[in-house]
């Protein structure tokens, strides 16, 4: 029963979402109210309270008690939402009952899907605006009553309902089926096999398709956990069974799915939230993202390259490769093609985002449906790919749906209690003028309020408690969010709560410790690119064309250099001088200019010739001992 209800309240979901995107929303509190409600109904069917415990009666009994407040909370909002929104109604005992329910289911769903760590969260935030009054120094302020509290956050649209929720409902919510889609109607398997023949027989074979698979799933799926979940089923027992140390397969898998995150085009779901509190364009947003993503992944896959030649980690096996022919078919790569060609035609023609992904939606099912019946796929098969597309969009939409209105509700707690603009201010009085201080007191602060929260509810606190800090001291606000969302991105694979390993150690079946730092050494770059976005703006696309490519220069110096570091391999043969030449290119790299940036090039060219040379050297030393060996024991047998 509960599996057939699941179904239907996502199916219904993910209908919504379609509809919506093709004909444009409904009015805005229409809209939210609708979508919420099928987002916690959904999440009650999925995350059922006493799951597989003695006491699920009592759990059901309440799951139906917050389903009856929660469509009674939604549908009020909907049916008086013209009035809400023109005459600011004052709170009544009954809305603030209804206020209550909404917040309890909203706070409940999210400890179960994803712990108690950011409904806490939320919770200080609504006490500390209603306690305000007691707390001394300068944190404090003069408190709200549960009434003003009432109004703010349900008789509005600047608390449940506000931005954060209306960019779900509408923009994130059609590209999560825009990308479910794609995955079931074969663009998964074809990511995968794309993966294994770029790069399956090169050093560390089986960690860089987990890099590149990931990339590829992270850039339609924005989730580094469900990323890790997805392709880790695949690559970490591949890397297992080709002999690599378990907490590095781990490692590999958590740094390659949180990559995805700041890859262009979803970013998390980020990239919608930052263009609508920034007032930026979405792809604006995507272009300057797209440089530091480009040396996040260089870094990892130099970082895996170097690590596997030092190890002598072995490359996927022939056998287990698939052909060009059989990944190139058309019918497997023209529906990606037009599907994404959909999608950039919509942006780039000026349609709203929403309406672009409808686009990559209908160019999808468009080329995969003329396919499947040319190849015979039986018509209820076909329809059943589609309908589980729509059932996965339904069920993705629960976690992102059930956070952003939690992380509505913290940042509207934040706006009226002010404690964002005092934060920050407290920063830079600490920081004083150094942008560097600064600097590494935010990312510090990012990298502990985003530990066991995923990425875009990270992004939405941090963006609203720590970005002001660096605009404060003049950093552009596009750079400043970049700097934050980095940050509370690489929480989740920052120990001690880095949920992306968990999971990934968990496939691994090895301890969670040694995978993290595994993680965090492959991933040392991006802990270092947001502070190259500070030093250089060009990489996020401000300056001309001369600029850019200077930045750019840099920036890929940097990123070998430092994953040369980070790697330990041998470039002279001296551990010492080749520790102090790395850090010599990297600082070059990290100072402005062409001169610096040419003799940074020169360097690290220099050494990694020296390397190579070394390796001749070891080469030709192995093949005369080999010689030598075989000689003796010829000699042996001449000579008894």
Known sequence: MREIVTKGLALLLGGLILYTSATGPFESLIQRSIFLTLVILLGLAVYPLGDGKRWRPLGLVIDMLLAVGVVLACSYV????EQILVELPWATPRDMLLTGVLLVAILELSRRAIGAIFPLLVVAGLAYAWLGAFIP????HRGFDLYYMTETLYLGDLGVWGMLVGVAATTIAAFVLFGCLLLHTGGGTTFMDLALRISGRSPGGAAKVATVASGLFGMVSGSAVANVATTGNFTIPMMKRLNYPRPFAAGVEAVASTGGQIAPPILGAAAFIMAEILGESYL???????????????GVFVTIHLVAKRRQLQVVPDDELPSWSDVLRAERIIPILAALGGLFYGVLSGRSIQMSAFYGILMTVLTFVPFALLSKMPLREILGKLIAGLVDAGKGMVIIGVLLAGAQILVAMIGMTGIGVTLASLIVTVGGESLFLVALIVGGVCLILGMGIPTTAAYVLVASVLAPALTAIGVEPLIAHLFVFYFATLSVITPPVCIAVFVASGIADTNWLPAAVESVRLAAAIYVIPFLLLIYPALAGFGSVLDIALAASQGVVFV?????????????????????????????????????????????????????????????????LQAFHQTSHQTKETHP
Do not use: C, Q
């Not at 909907?78 to 939402?81: L, R, V």
């Not at 120094?137 to 404090?140: A, F, H, I, Q």
């Not at 604006?284 to 260089?298: G, H, M």
């Not at 010599?584 to 060219?605: D, F, H, K, M, S």
């Open 137 to 140: 120094g300068p944190l404090g």
């Open 78 to 81: 909907a049916m008086n939402h």
């Open 560 to 624: 070998i250099a430092f994953a040369a570091l980070m790697s330990r391999v041998a470039m002279t043969g001296k551990r010492l001088i080749d520790a102090v030449a790395l850090i010599a290119v990297i600082g070059l790299a990290l100072t402005p200019g062409w001169l610096t940036t040419l003799a940074a090039l020169v360097l690290i060219v220099a050494l990694f010739s020296r390397r190579r040379a070394l390796l001749d050297n070891e080469a030709v030393d192995h093949s005369s």
């Open 284 to 298: 604006r947003i995507a272009l300057a993202a797209l440089l530091p993503a480009i040396l996040f992944y260089l």
